[in-house]
Every structure is written in structure tokens, then in C-alpha cells.
């Protein structure tokens, strides 16, 4: 059975950071879900514009059904997510199920707001580091830390990208995909 993720959309999203998760991901056969968290196209932080697969709304009476959450980060998408107590929700769900929890760059600290990171290990952007208000901040590209992975910024998304492959597929398939896109992992 193919593992299941879910990628948040906030406006003000960074867009690496979402789109090569998403199709990493899906290179390797995850099945990922892209919910918005309001109707409609969701404006990145580059002004690029992005239509999820559906609303957050649709996808909470089935949140038990994913293995995964990916937080991407950038401004005001961090911010965004951070405000949207359906995050906080599902999040929690997840925990409460050992499901993994992932973010990127400014999300980190959503995990931190959350008590994610409590006792545990964790990276962000080097901007955002202050705001990590729990757990052990180390200056590495990709942190994993029992069922939380954190990693820096947009120059990290491919080797976070194939990180949550590997935790999710195994490393065999996190090979397989990079022979296809030839990351230096």
C-alpha cells in the first residue's frame, strides 16, 4: 500500500521547498496530497501561483489516513501555517499516531510553537533559529529526530525531499528515484 503525505499550502509559501518535495515524492510512488489552506489558487512567495489538489477542509475527516505531513516554509506562508489551528490539528493527530512530521526552512517553527520539538533535535533557516523555542537547535542541512525531520532552506529541499523517501520507501528507493534527477545526496 503506497504511503500517503500531506503537503499544506499557505499563501506566502516558498516555492522549492513544496515543489520538490511534492514531486520527489511522488517520483517515488508516495501518493501526496496538496490542500490549501483557503479556496482556490495559492499565491507563493515568489508571486507564482498554485492550484492544490483540494481544500484543507477535504482532506481533515481524513487525516488518520496519512503517514506524513510536510511544512514548507517561506513568508508569510510560515506565519500562515502557524495561525491555521487545522494545522495544529492535524499535527497533533499525527503525533498521536507516530506518523511522521516534517518542515523546512521557517516551519521548524510551527513544530517549536506546537511542542514538536520538545527533547528534540532540530534544524530551520539560520534566520529563524531564534524562534526555535524548544528542543536542541544544531546547524545541520537535514535533522531527522525519531518521527520529526527539519531541515534549513530551499538550497537543502532536494536532500530533505530524498530524506522523507528514504524514512518513508527505504533507501533503495530513494537510490532508484535519484537515478532519475542525479542529486548529489
Known amino acids: 500500500m503506497a504511503k500517503k503525505v500531506l503537503v499544506p499550502l499557505a499563501p506566502g509559501f516558498e516555492e522549492i521547498e513544496a515543489i520538490t518535495v511534492i514531486d520527489i515524492l511522488r517520483r517515488a510512488g508516495v501518493e501526496v496530497v496538496v490542500a490549501g489552506t483557503q479556496p482556490g489558487v495559492i499565491e507563493a512567495s515568489r508571486k507564482t501561483k498554485h492550484v492544490p489538489d483540494c481544500g484543507l477542509d477535504d482532506v481533515m475527516p481524513a487525516v488518520d489516513t496519512f503517514d506524513m505531513i510536510v511544512l514548507p516554509g517561506g513568508q508569510p506562508g510560515t506565519t500562515n501555517l502557524r ?3 487545522r494545522i495544529k490539528t492535524i499535527i497533533e493527530r499525527l503525533r498521536a499516531r507516530s506518523k511522521l512530521t516534517a ?3 521557517a516551519a521548524p517553527t510551527v513544530l517549536s510553537a506546537y511542542g514538536v520539538l520538545e527533547g528534540r533535535r532540530a534544524t530551520s533557516h539560520p534566520g529563524s533559529r531564534a524562534q526555535l523555542v524548544a528542543g536542541q537547535v544544531v546547524d545541520e542541512r537535514v535533522v531527522v ?3 520529526v525531520v527539519t531541515s534549513q532552506a530551499a538550497g537543502t529541499a532536494m536532500e530533505f525531499a ?4 528514504e524514512l518513508l520507501c527505504g533507501r533503495e528507493k530513494a537510490v532508484e528515484v535519484n ?3 542525479l542529486a548529489r545526496l
Not at 530524498?162 to 523517501?165: A, G, N, P
Open 162 to 165: 530524498f530524506k522523507l523517501v
Open 103 to 105: 518542515a523546512i526552512c
Open 179 to 181: 537515478q532519475g534527477v
Open 83 to 85: 495561525a491555521d489551528l
Open 145 to 147: 529526530d525519531g518521527p
